[in-house]
Every structure is written in structure tokens, then in C-alpha cells.
């Protein structure tokens, strides 16, 4: 897969691949995941006036991921460990993400 991948392509390979093939993930892993990205699919497009479908790996940068992660906390009232959780999600997904892109 090319650099310039799109994210939603990536995302997609991610859930149908890696969560449902390979790893043979839970109903519950799988909500959880699909919950973490449809909140962070619509914090950037407020923030970077994108729409998630025009988004591409290099727009979810760490201070994107951060901002995002505050904003659970503190305007969501999401917990510390609510807030790990969905780190932990987004890590794995861009981690892969990056591995299938060669953009490590």
C-alpha cells in the first residue's frame, strides 16, 4: 500500500483485516474501536475542516491525537482510564496503519 494512502482505506483494512481475520475480535473490541474512531473522525473534521473521507494518515498527528484525548476529558467528562483506553486504540490502529504504509 502507497504512502499516500487514504486513512479511511487503511481504517477499513484495520477493522476487516487485522481486528476480524487475524485477531478474531470480540463483538466488544470491536464496538469499542468503532466508537473511539467515530469520535475522532468527528473531532477532525471540526478541527481541521476535513471531511473523514478526505482524511489521510499525516492529519492524525500527536498534537491532533492529544488535543482530542483533552477534549474526552474535558468536555465529554470521560475518565483517565476511558481516556487510556481509546489512546491504547488509536496507537494500535496507527501503529498498523504505518507498518502497512511503510511510514514508520
Known sequence: MSANAAFPTLLEAFFTRRLV???HASAHTL??????????LRYAEQRLHKAP???????LDAPLVSAFLAHLQE?????ARSRNVRLASISTVLGSANTRTGCL
Open 31 to 40: 464496538a469499542s474501536y468503532r466508537d473511539t474512531f467515530c469520535l475522532l
Open 75 to 79: 468536555n465529554r467528562g470521560t475518565s
Open 21 to 23: 481475520q487475524q485477531k
Open 53 to 59: 473521507s478526505g482524511l489521510a494518515l499525516e492529519d
